[in-house]
């Protein structure tokens, strides 16, 4: 079993559109969790740390359900600048092994 | 956040020579580490760089093949020896436990592809 799954998608949306992610992570023992963004032929940047008691920045909202190990990034009013690959990182701080999914790719429509 | 930087940038080079990338980081960081990224794939871990040390190198990555330095916190080298068209492939860098948190911060990436 993969220590972190994400659905690739592709998730073809249109503008304005409200989408979310799911990722789920195996090891009960994981300490942090990101979502990050990579543009095609770039490196992947963070987007934003994922809290138990959830984050918000912008249009963007992440959450993190440890009873069921599982983290979504929902996008609110999608514009094409979002189009890329979401990937979803999770970190078990001991030995500070991160894991990295498979990304999830998004396509913002006009 | 931290500025990481890569050389090259990107290469072309034959089958059956070496290349070492660099990266360099603009401020301490307590772990660097080394990934590999093929088209349409995520990243794939090669190593975590250790100051001073012998790299600690994921399954399937040894260091006949994947050499890596950190002579100080701030650099790193990779080298892929002997190349094959296999190994063609986007080599990043990264950096964390930077002001004490646990986050990544990846370089651009080195674009290797292997005639």
């Known amino acids: 079993r993969k220590e972190v799954e994400q659905d690739p998608g592709p998730f073809n949306v249109p503008e304005g559109a409200t989408v979310a992610f799911n990722c789920t992570y195996s090891?009960?023992?994981?300490?942090?969790f990101f979502w990050y963004r990579q543009d095609c032929r770039k490196e992947p940047k963070l987007l934003m740390s994922v809290y138990s008691s959830g984050n918000e920045d912008g249009r963007f909202t992440a959450q993190l359900n440890r009873a069921s190990q599982y983290i979504s990034l929902l996008i609110r009013d999608s514009k094409l600048s979002d189009s890329a690959t979401y990937l979803c990182?999770?970190?078990?701080?001991?030995?500070?092994?991160?894991?990295f999914g498979t990304g999830t790719s998004l396509t913002v429509i006009p | 956040s931290a500025v990481i930087s890569q050389k090259p940038s990107r290469d072309i080079c034959q089958r059956g020579t070496s290349l070492t990338i660099q990266c360099q980081v603009d401020?301490?960081?307590?772990?660097m580490f080394w990934y590999r990224q093929q088209p349409g794939q995520s990243l794939t871990l090669i190593a975590t760089?250790?100051?001073?040390?012998?790299?600690?190198?994921e399954s399937g990555f040894v260091i006949d093949k994947f050499p890596i330095s950190r002579p100080n916190l701030t650099f790193s080298t990779l080298t892929v020896s002997n190349m094959s068209p296999e190994d063609s492939s986007i080599y990043l860098c990264?950096?964390?436990?930077?002001?004490?948190?646990?986050?990544?911060?990846f370089g651009p990436g080195t674009r290797l592809t292997v005639l």
């Open positions: 401020s301490q960081v307590t772990m």
């Open positions: 990182v999770v970190n078990l701080r001991t030995g500070n092994q991160f894991y």
């Open positions: 760089a250790n100051q001073g040390s012998e790299a600690t190198y």
């Open positions: 090891n009960s023992a994981s300490q942090s």
């Open positions: 990264s950096g964390s436990g930077l002001k004490n948190t646990d986050t990544q911060y």
